[in-house]
């Protein structure tokens, strides 16, 4: 059905119910600004575009990202200067990032090695202190955020989680060699991780057909909601029963919310929700595992002397270094996540240990001076990038937006 455009006169009043009682329409651009808007888009095109764009929503117009009148980005929503500071900050946290890939690598090498030890002089039995249902856990939370940074395109991230979930793949098979997990569960296991990691890295690239990708969210976003409660369940037996109900809820319950999501049975506002859960499931699986591990130590004070000082300094480390890139580019979950893991995993833990008397005084203050500081420094030059008087304002921001 074609559609007559009736060029406006150069400056008249129209009323118009979806902007209010009457629009105010400037006059027709010139030639130069829609040679420079459009290039080489044939005049007449480019003057019709123009004058639609007038007379429609801006939800209904199409986005040009060749055009700088059309194009859109964060800044659009949220505008900076981008002077000086801010690129230099931008480019700071991208590094730091980069850099937590350091002590992660180095926060599972000592069990690697220790596991390959046990296994060559045949003490297997060593082995089986090693939770295995809390490693694959972590790995399903690894991958699952794997999928999130792909999207939101943080190559940082992405190289983080990643090297998350192969270094913790590879305790699992040493575990799965030592018989302390079941051959079955590590079967499975290494399909989910073969299958997600080659279609993570085919979506960065865009290799990957949108209805696969659908499939695979969809996937992790039931996983998670299933694995999540009966983790958080399995915490406190045996001051509960042991049960497998918790997972088999909410994994009906999380089959059943996705399938209307996809059938369109949702509201837009309920089948986002359902979008970001996979992410969000993801970091309370990390979020709980300190918990569990302060709910541990309370329950027997004498084994937290087996904990490793080291280990707990590493973690806190590494998702320090994230905190910076999280803050500045406004993800409420990536920050949630990496600044409770330092707080309460890592620094939470060393506390503990201090409390009992297995670090000394020196080392944990040191620590806790050295995160408070780096915390410090994160959200005054974030401020100082934005060019804001308070600190306090990018923390508003991240949590209700600008």
Not at 6 to 26: E, I, K, M, N, Y
Not at 97 to 125: K, T, V
Not at 232 to 249: A, E, Q
Request: hydrophobic share 50%; with cysteine.
């Amino acid at each position: 059905m074609a559609m007559a455009i009736t060029t406006p006169p150069a400056l008249r009043l129209r009323q118009s119910p979806s902007h209010g009682p009457f629009r105010l329409f400037p006059p027709r651009p010139s030639r130069s600004l829609v040679a420079r808007a459009h290039g080489s888009i044939p005049m007449p095109l480019c003057r019709r575009l123009i004058t639609l764009n007038q007379y429609l929503p801006a939800s209904a117009i199409p986005r040009l990202r060749s055009s700088p009148l059309s194009a859109t980005s964060a800044d659009d929503v949220h505008p900076v200067d981008k002077g000086s500071n801010y690129q230099e900050w931008e480019s700071l946290t991208s590094r730091f990032a980069g850099a937590a890939n350091i002590p992660f690598l180095l926060l599972q090498l000592p069990q690697i090695i220790l596991n390959a030890r046990n296994l060559l002089s045949g003490n297997n039995a060593a082995l089986f202190a090693v939770p295995w249902l809390g490693m694959l856990t972590g790995l399903l939370g690894n991958l699952s955020l794997v999928s999130y940074f792909v999207e939101k395109k943080e190559t940082e991230a992405v190289i983080v989680q990643s090297l998350g979930v192969v270094s913790t793949y590879v305790v699992i098979a040493q575990l799965t060699m030592a018989q302390a997990m079941p051959l079955p569960q590590f079967a499975a296991t290494t399909v989910v991780v073969a299958l997600g990691l080659v279609v993570n890295f085919l979506n960065y690239f865009g290799w990957v057909d949108g209805a696969i990708w659908n499939l695979w969210e969809d996937f992790i976003t039931i996983g998670g909601l299933a694995v999540l409660p009966q983790v958080m369940w399995s915490t406190f037996v045996p001051f509960v029963p042991s049960s497998i109900l918790p997972g088999v809820i909410s994994f009906t319950l999380a089959a059943a919310t996705v399938i209307l999501a996809r059938t369109g049975k949702l509201s837009e506002k309920a089948t986002k929700l359902v979008g970001s859960l996979s992410g969000w499931t993801a970091t309370l699986l990390f979020m709980w595992m300190p918990v569990a591990q302060m709910w541990t130590n309370y329950l027997n004070p004498d084994n937290i002397r087996g904990l490793s000082s080291f280990t707990m300094l590493l973690s806190m480390m590494g998702n320090g270094l994230m905190i910076p890139r999280a803050l500045f580019i406004r993800d409420l979950m990536w920050f949630t996540g990496s600044t409770w893991a330092s707080f309460l995993q890592g620094w939470g833990n060393l506390f503990c240990m201090y409390s009992l008397n297995t670090i000394s005084r020196e080392f944990f203050f040191g620590t806790t001076i050295g995160l408070l500081l780096w915390t410090g420094m994160a959200l005054w030059r974030d401020s100082v990038a934005y060019g804001y008087n308070n600190p306090l304002r990018s923390i508003k921001e991240l949590a209700f937006g600008s």
